[in-house]
């Protein structure tokens, strides 16, 4: 079992629609849980970053974590075309050289017009 | 964000030579860097870590002789792919960050060897 396990997609939805994206993870030493958005060809860009179980809001973009079923989420409401990227979420544990960010495979997004 | 610049963005090369990648932090120093390998539609995959005026620790599996990694200062890492084979071709991204931040990245190195 992988440590971080991510919905493949591809998904494709409609401008406006709500997006929901998904990872499960195993390693419950996990504290800290990112989403960055990842356009073609470009490095990762860091959308959001929790650390608590719980919802934060910022913008359109609302991120999720669940500890006790080991599982975050990130939505995305009125969706854009120029939110069509691939979609990451990265998570690890804290302590000095401890900091090594587990990847989920991605989702790629496309907003249809 | 704090940036982080990655050059060059895109390199081709002949099988058996070296190429070279640098990253900067403009804006900030990094304590620590980390460059990934990404390969079509997979996941970035960690290919070692590197704090300043240390050596480099590498992940499992990836050849540290083969995958030279020099972090001279707080704002330059440089990765250098040597004797470079079309297998190595890849997507190759740098992250920095302090003790007091999250990991930005760059832009990424798409190495072609041919």
């Known amino acids: 079992q992988k440590e971080v396990e991510q919905d493949p997609g591809p998904l494709s939805v409609p401008e406006g629609a709500i997006v929901s994206l998904n990872c499960t993870y195993s390693?419950?030493?996990?504290?800290?849980f990112m989403w960055y958005r990842q356009y073609s060809r470009k490095g990762p860009e860091l959308l959001m970053y929790t650390y608590s179980s719980g919802n934060k809001e910022d913008g359109r973009f609302t991120a999720q974590v669940d500890k006790s079923s080991k599982y975050i989420s990130l939505f995305i409401r009125d969706s854009q075309p120029s939110d069509s990227a691939t979609y990451l979420c990265?998570?690890?544990?804290?302590?000095?050289?401890?900091?090594?960010?587990?990847f989920g495979k991605g989702t790629l997004l496309t907003v249809n017009p | 964000g704090a940036v982080v610049s990655q050059h060059p963005s895109r390199v081709i090369c002949k099988s058996g030579t070296s190429v070279k990648i640098e990253c900067r932090s403009l804006d900030f120093q990094a304590t620590t860097m980390f460059w990934y390998r990404q390969f079509p539609k997979q996941s970035l995959m960690l290919m070692a870590t590197s704090n300043e005026g240390s050596k480099a620790t590498y992940e499992q599996g990836v050849e540290k002789d083969k995958f030279l990694i020099n972090h001279a200062s707080l704002t330059l890492s440089t990765l250098t792919v040597t004797s470079a084979h079309p297998e190595d071709s890849s997507f190759y991204i740098c992250?920095?960050?302090?003790?007091?931040?999250?990991?930005?990245f760059g832009q990424g190195t798409r190495l072609t060897v041919v």
């Open positions: 390693n419950s030493a996990f504290q800290y």
């Open positions: 990265a998570m690890y544990y804290s302590g000095g050289s401890n900091y090594k960010l587990t």
């Open positions: 992250s920095a960050r302090t003790p007091y931040t999250e990991a930005f």
